[in-house]
Structure formats: C-alpha cells, structure tokens
C-alpha cells in the first residue's frame, strides 16, 4: 500500500527523477546564460582576462609608420664624395653633432661594463670566456665587431669620434662590411678571405640609406660571436635574421616582425639590456604602470599574469622566468657549439695545419683552435637567477681546478623575490692555464708575428706574449683546464602551444627542474610524512563515503518497512 504523500507528488508528476534532471539542466545552462545577464565588461576588463593589455595585439599589427623625417639622400653633407669611413662619420656628425659622444659612452665602444666602477669588466678589460679567450693582442681580428674603426691594439684612442662607426649599426642596403681582420675597417680594395671576396662599400649609396637599425644590423656581430655562426649564445644565429613564428613568435617575419629595438629600448644610444653585472632590468613593471619603463622584460608588455584570469600558470611567475616555459629548447634550427677544447689545437697533416667537418656541417677539428662539439635543439640548464653575473678576472686565483671552472656564476637565490628559475646555455671547454700563479691566461693567437698561435703554434710563447700585453705575469707552468660559462636563453621564443607542459617540470624522474633547489615541486618531490597524511586522508575519506552510504541504506530500508 502506498503513502499518500507519495501518491500526491506522483498526481503533480514531481518524482524526484524529474526533479533532479531539471535541476542538471538548470546547472547546464547557467554558464551559457550569465553572459547574456551580466552587465557590460570595463574598459580594462581584456587586461584583467588575459594578462595582456587591452590593445596590445592591435599594436603589434599596426602598419609600420616612417619614423624617419628627413630624406639623407638630399643632405648637402652627404653628397661629396667619400675616400675613408671616418669621412661619412664627419658628414653625420656635422648634423647629429652629439651622436658620438653619446656612442662614447655605451658598452658597445667601451667595450667595458658599465656598473664596474672599477672598469676591468668587459671584453675592452681583463675578463675572458671559454671561446676565444680573451681580446688583448688579437685585437685586429675581434675588433670586426666593434661599433668603431681602427681599434688595433692597446694605443686605440677612445676619444675619437671621426673613429665612431655610424654604418655599421645604421645601414639600410645591406652592403656594408667589415673585413675580418683589418680592426673594424672596411676594404679600400677587393679583398679576399676564407674564399669570399670583400668589396670596399659605396659609401654615397650608404649614407643615403642610413635609417633606425634593424635585425640585420644588429646580427651582423651578435649572431656570430665566438667566432662564427651560432657560436656563442645558443637562441642568436644566423636563422634569426627572418625567423618564422615556429622559431621566434616576436621576430616571425610574416606576423609581428619585432626588430630587436622593439625590446632592447634605446635612449641616447643607450641600448637596454643586461651587461656582465648589470642585470637587464631592475623593476618587473608594465607600461600599463609607467609607459616610461624599458620594455626589456616580458612583464613589460605580458603583465605578471600573462595567462587568462584563474589560469594556475598565473600562480608560478613568482619563481619562473616566462622563458622557462616558452622557451623549450634553444639552437632548435641551428646547432650551437657546446664543447670547446683548446688542448688539442696544432695538430697537423703533412706537416700542414687541418680543419674537419663534423655532424650538421659544422667543422668537429680545426689546428688553430682544437676539438669541438655540436648540438642541436638544446635542452637548457635551469639555475636561480636575479639577472645579475660575477666573472672572474685575469687576476683571480684559482685553487680548485679538479672540477669545471665555472668562467661567471649566475647570481640568485630561491630566497631572493627577485630571482627567478631561469634557462641557460652552459658552454663548457677546456682552455690555457698558468698552474705556477694559479691564474688563467690570455694567450696571443692573431697575427703575423712569431709569437702569435695561429703562426708558429707554440703555446708558450703565445701565451708570455698574451700576458705581457696585459702587464699580467707568467710562470711558464702551462696547464689546461676544464671551464663552464653560462649564457641566458631569452630569444627564440617558441608559440605557446610548443610551450613546456607541466608533467615536464611535474614528475618524479627526469623533471627538467630536477637539478633545481629551493623550491618545492608537487610531482617532483616526496616528503613519507606529507605522503602518510595524505593518503590517511584518502583512506578516511573512503571510510567515511562508506560509512555515509551503509547508513543511508539502512535509513531508507527502516523507512520502506514503516511506508508498507
């Protein structure tokens, strides 16, 4: 027999199986409704969604303006002709009459870092790396990369400003070079080198076409330091001049197109940007905060919530760079050089020096400078980082040579805010040093002289050569040594659907942060205890559904009994 309840809710057709599907659908469609009943969006109310501010794509695809007012090609300055460089620099300069003393000042002349007060800081002081050492006494041949003309030994005069190269960073016809040995000049002559001929540049065309530097200017040094394409730095190459948006989501020539300005803000010369010391930027602040700020940093223009509103990835820019997770590999379309041992140079073949082609085209052996390793789409290192780099000197004393020497250490600590997990190239080799004073060394390698390397291969006297240039001493006990240098990875920028996954990071082996402290990594790390409670809670929390449902269960048969 029936209660009578029941058969009132029956005659109203409201079972509860009907109840509950009106309720699900209700909850079903309530998200599809609240648009539609919420009141307008704010103005800002893209920022706060996203983390990218309001306007900022329309920005990027906005139709490229001349910033440019003046038409050189009609400049009376610049229509006699020109027999040197140091001639187009004197025509600039009576027009951008404090252009040069700006450049004077900039670490692209001085060649040495600007927060060392000290100024032994630099490649124009006493620091050296694990590429081609050190530049004192090879200045001609490093010096091809210098923003000036005729820095060819220690006597280069700096005050200069007829020596200031305006081209080198302002042509827009593609034609003008340096030779490669000749201390930043061009050829006066056809010249021949490594079997590529170099043509002395029209300067009249050149000058008419000066404009603000583009990729092209800007690579002509930075992609190919060390020595060669790809050498150095690991995200800057030769593939870098047209990148697609597979290789660089900022550069991609068919989208945004970004010249390297765009982020390396520039004030009287001033190029934004980290030097040894000198982290990039100082303040995490977006132009949405002060518009004055340098656009240096990706919270520049991403915000520290770059991700939509309640994403978790928002929660993590407190400990990683945006290049930890957007820059999954570096060298991923050209190999970098990762290994470089100078131990092994001089080798010969019949009496003659020798060089040998490796793996992706690029040479594994030459006799001036020894064995070399390649590698391509890199995973990087991972190391605490505030932006700011200690390297050693000439004049520092090294004890413990057993382990790699690390050249610069990367300064940060989980405990710093400022610091963040940041991705590195470490390039790792194996170089000269004086065992007697326990110091390293700057061995003299270019030039016609005796006591140069790449002459005669003797290794000591190139190295008492080095020294003395330097007014540094030698022991004459020559040992080589096993060295590591760090370079950040913040170019190539991959799209975001290339980014990092989490279970990369978020797992118990082969974690891509597995070498990284300080931090506590769900997936990653254990602790018995935390593990212990969590699954006492699992199994209480089992027990008591189970619990719940048994007495549910016998509820409602004590309630059948009683309705029958």
């Not at 020539?253 to 040894?276: D, L, M, P, S, W």
């Not at 509103?309 to 190999?335: S, V």
């Not at 007014?471 to 920028?493: A, R, W």
């Not at 205890?529 to 809670?537: E, K, L, M, N, Y």
């Amino acid at each position: 027999m029936s209660s009578p309840h029941v058969s009132a809710r029956r005659a109203h057709g409201g079972s509860p199986p009907t109840l509950l599907f009106l309720l699900l659908l209700l909850l079903l469609l309530l998200p599809g409704l609240a648009p539609l009943l919420a009141p307008a969006p704010p103005a800002h109310a893209a920022q706060l969604a996203t983390g990218v501010p309001a306007g900022a794509t329309g920005a990027v695809k906005k139709p490229e303006a001349h910033a440019i007012t003046a038409d050189h090609s009609r400049h009376p300055a610049l229509q006699q002709p020109f027999a040197t460089p140091q001639e187009v620099t004197k025509a600039c300069l009576s027009c951008h009459n404090a252009a040069a003393q700006q450049v004077h000042k900039t670490i692209h002349w001085t060649w040495l870092d600007p927060a060392d007060p000290e100024r032994k800081m630099g490649k124009g002081g006493i620091t050296f790396n694990n590429f081609c050492i050190a530049i004192p006494s090879n200045e001609p041949r490093c010096t091809s990369c210098h923003a000036g003309f005729g820095w060819k030994n220690a006597q280069f005069d700096f005050s200069s400003q007829e020596n200031v190269d305006c081209m080198v960073c302002h042509d827009h016809t593609g034609t003008y070079k340096k030779f490669p040995t000749m201390a930043g000049l061009p050829v006066s002559e056809p010249t021949e080198f490594e079997g590529k001929t170099f043509n002395p540049p029209d300067y009249n065309t050149i000058a008419a076409s000066v404009g603000r530097p583009t990729r092209d200017n800007c690579g002509t040094c930075h992609f190919y330091g060390g020595g060669g394409d790809a050498v150095k730095h690991g995200d800057l190459d030769s593939t870098m001049f047209k990148p697609s948006r597979e290789l660089d989501v900022h550069m991609d020539v068919k989208g945004a197109n970004f010249t390297c300005q765009r982020c390396h803000t520039t004030e009287a010369h001033v190029i934004a940007g980290r030097t040894y010391k000198q982290p990039a930027f100082t303040e995490r602040k977006s132009v949405l905060d002060d518009d004055r700020v340098h656009r240096i940093a990706c919270e520049s223009c991403h915000t520290a919530t770059p991700h939509r509103a309640g994403h978790k990835a928002n929660d993590h820019t407190d400990k990683l760079a945006c290049q930890t997770c957007h820059i999954p590999a570096f060298a991923r379309e050209m190999a970098t050089k990762m290994w470089w041992d100078w131990s092994t140079a001089g080798k010969k073949k019949d009496g003659k020096p020798f060089a040998e082609k490796g793996p992706f085209g690029k040479p594994s052996y030459d006799s001036k400078k020894g064995d070399f390793r390649w590698e391509k789409d890199v995973t990087p290192e991972y190391h605490w980082s505030n932006g700011r780099m200690e390297f050693l000197l000439l004049t520092d004393k090294v004890d413990d040579t057993a382990k790699p020497v690390e050249i610069n250490r990367i300064d940060g600590d989980p405990a710093d805010p400022r610091s963040r997990i940041m991705p590195f190239k470490a390039h790792r080799g194996r170089q000269p040093f004086d065992a007697g004073n326990r110091t390293f060394v700057a061995p003299h390698l270019f030039g016609k002289d005796d006591d140069a390397y790449w002459k005669t291969y003797d290794w000591m006297k190139a190295v008492e050569a080095g020294q003395k240039s330097l007014n540094l001493p030698f022991s004459g006990k020559l040992e080589f040594v096993d060295t590591v240098y760090y370079y950040p990875i913040t170019h190539q920028v991959a799209p975001k659907e290339r980014s990092v996954a989490c279970g990369e990071c978020h797992k118990p082996a082969g974690s891509r942060l597995a070498a990284v402290g300080g931090v506590w990594m769900p997936g990653r790390d254990r602790n018995a205890g935390v593990d212990a409670a969590g699954w006492i809670a699992v199994a209480g929390s089992v027990l008591a559904v189970g619990v719940h449902g048994f007495l549910r269960l016998a509820a409602r048969g004590r309630n059948n009994r009683k309705e029958d």
